[in-house]
């Protein structure tokens, strides 16, 4: 019995939605529709496609395989809605990009100007999320683009069904308080407290290399998140901070910080992650995407 491709969609959801309520939520339907949905999937491909336990639904291996189908047909349904946008008056569309703070401040926000002047049929949806919620919406088909950061000295590439794209490369930085003694070696930093980020951010990625590099722990005090929050905490003289470039652009109004370039404290690397398929995306994620690495290029980084 051939497979309905519309009932790819509800197993993609309880996937998506970790059960089969969630999932009905999501699509608006009733968990009932949603169980006889699966069930005839299950009919038609002779496999069980969830796992059903106390703790909820997991794909089976056959599920697995249905699932990265469901999101390739997906992916190529998203590209050609953008291929067909694109057969009128030059490139056309609506494209929502998923970014965290510095990089809306210093990159997605100032090609906002450029792309209108060059592709002014193209519209930009900006919305702030954290590199998690970004990624599971862009899975999730809400979002065509985002912007995640890495610690580039670690290796992280893009799950199956995605493609990343290279927009910057920035130096890492050591913030201390301005009556600090500076470090003049990369040594040094052992005797040093650190004002910690969040655990799985990049700062902290590259807090742990450093750590690694140094053969020794690192000292911290205090989680952030927010890199303005950071700041105030080592103003506060609480510690110094490892921080990206990018982050620093209003501490030379701050006579209570001072920044150190120090060799050997690495990069952080901005990269702009969209639903890939066979072909390349379409013209108008093109455009966003190729509007975005001029801003990048043109930046001066502190």
């Given at each position: 019995?051939?497979t309905?491709?519309?009932?790819?969609?509800?197993?993609?959801?309880?996937?998506?939605?970790g059960g089969v309520?969630a999932a009905?939520?999501?699509?608006?339907?009733?968990?009932?529709?949603?169980?006889?949905?699966?069930?005839r999937?299950e009919?038609?491909?002779g496999?069980?496609?969830?796992?059903r336990?106390?703790r909820?639904?997991?794909?089976?291996?056959?599920?697995?395989?249905?699932?990265?189908?469901?999101?390739?047909?997906?992916?190529e349904?998203?590209?050609?809605?953008?291929?067909?946008?694109?057969?009128?008056?030059?490139?056309?569309?609506?494209?929502?990009?998923g970014a965290?703070?510095?990089?809306i401040?210093?990159?997605?926000?100032?090609?906002?100007?450029?792309?209108?002047?060059?592709?002014?049929?193209v519209?930009?949806?900006?919305?702030?999320?954290?590199p998690?919620?970004?990624?599971?919406?862009?899975?999730a088909?809400?979002?065509?683009?985002?912007?995640?950061?890495r610690?580039?000295?670690?290796?992280?590439p893009?799950?199956?069904g995605?493609?990343?794209?290279?927009?910057l490369?920035?130096p890492?930085r050591?913030?201390?308080?301005?009556?600090?003694?500076?470090?003049?070696?990369?040594?040094?930093?052992?005797?040093?407290?650190f004002?910690?980020s969040?655990?799985?951010?990049?700062?902290?990625?590259?807090?742990?290399?450093?750590?690694?590099?140094?053969g020794?722990?690192?000292?911290?005090?205090?989680s952030t998140?927010d890199f303005?929050?950071?700041?105030?905490?080592?103003?506060?003289?609480?510690?110094?901070?490892?921080l990206?470039?990018?982050?620093?652009d209003?501490?030379?109004?701050?006579?209570?910080?001072?920044?150190?370039?120090?060799?050997?404290?690495?990069?952080?690397?901005?990269?702009?992650?969209?639903?890939?398929?066979?072909?390349?995306p379409?013209?108008?994620?093109?455009?966003?995407?190729?509007?975005?690495?001029?801003?990048?290029?043109?930046?001066?980084l502190?």
């Open positions: 019995m051939p309905d491709p519309r009932r790819l969609s509800f197993l993609l959801a309880v996937h998506r939605a309520l009905a939520d999501l699509l608006h339907v009733t968990p009932s529709a949603v169980s006889q949905q699966i069930a999937l009919a038609e491909e496999y069980p496609v969830l796992d336990g106390p909820g639904v997991t794909l089976t291996p056959a599920g697995r395989v249905l699932a990265e189908a469901a999101e390739r047909i997906e992916a349904l998203v590209e050609a809605r953008q291929a067909i946008a694109a057969l009128g008056d030059g490139v056309a569309g609506r494209v929502g990009i965290f703070q510095t990089a401040r210093a990159v997605v926000a100032p090609a906002l100007a450029p792309l209108a002047d060059r592709f002014p049929r519209v930009l949806d900006v919305r702030e999320h954290e998690a919620e970004s990624v599971r919406l862009l899975r088909g809400d979002l065509d683009l985002v912007v995640l950061e610690d580039s000295e670690m290796a992280n893009a799950p199956k995605s493609r990343d794209v290279p927009l490369d920035e890492w050591l913030v201390i308080p301005s009556g600090t003694t500076p470090p003049e070696h990369l040594g040094d930093l052992a005797n040093l407290t004002v910690a969040e655990a799985g951010t990049a700062s902290d990625r590259a807090l742990q290399r450093l750590a690694k590099t140094l020794t722990p690192i000292a911290t005090r205090h998140y303005d929050t950071t700041l105030a905490l080592v103003a506060a003289g609480q510690g110094v901070a490892l990206p470039a990018l982050a620093l209003q501490v030379a109004q701050n006579d209570q910080l001072r920044v150190i370039r120090l060799p050997g404290l690495g990069e952080r690397q901005l990269v702009i992650r969209h639903r890939a398929s066979r072909h390349e379409g013209p108008v994620v093109r455009a966003v995407i190729e509007v975005m690495m001029e801003v990048a290029a043109r930046l001066e502190a």
